[in-house]
């Protein structure tokens, strides 16, 4: 005889079987993109309407490169899992499964063309 407690049984069971993992990740993930996305607004600011070479000069500094790759990088991030959430919540079948795909391509893409222009900036 096996003794399972309602906790044990009711594990895993929410829409997306990892409820708890999703919904730190969106909050960790929430709260750096707070601090990045300011540092960033600060650093792009402070480039916006300069000539080309001093944005070039700006964004070949590491810590300027670093704060928008770790904006791109962590914001897609964001993006793909919060549209997961909501593809997963409002579409189901084969419909579902399309949309997931697209979300998934889509963010990766948006992702490495984002990565790639700022490497290639800084290098």
């Known amino acids: 005889m096996r003794y399972i407690t309602d906790y044990k049984r009711a594990v895993g069971l929410g829409a997306a079987k990892a409820g708890t993992e999703h919904h730190w990740f969106m909050i960790v993930s929430g709260v750096a993109l707070v601090v990045l996305v300011a540092a960033f607004v600060l650093i792009f600011g402070s480039a916006l309407g300069s ?52 979300n998934i391509c889509l963010s990766y893409t948006i992702m490495a063309a984002g990565l790639y222009a700022v490497i290639r900036i800084a290098i």
């Not at 793909?80 to 579409?91: F, L, P, V």
């Open 51 to 102: 000539s080309h070479e001093e944005v070039v000069a700006t964004f070949s500094r590491p810590f300027p490169a670093l704060v928008a790759l770790l904006t791109i990088w962590v914001g897609m991030l964001h993006f793909r899992k919060g549209a997961q959430t909501a593809i997963e919540d409002y579409s189901r079948g084969v419909t579902q499964k399309a949309l997931l795909i697209v």
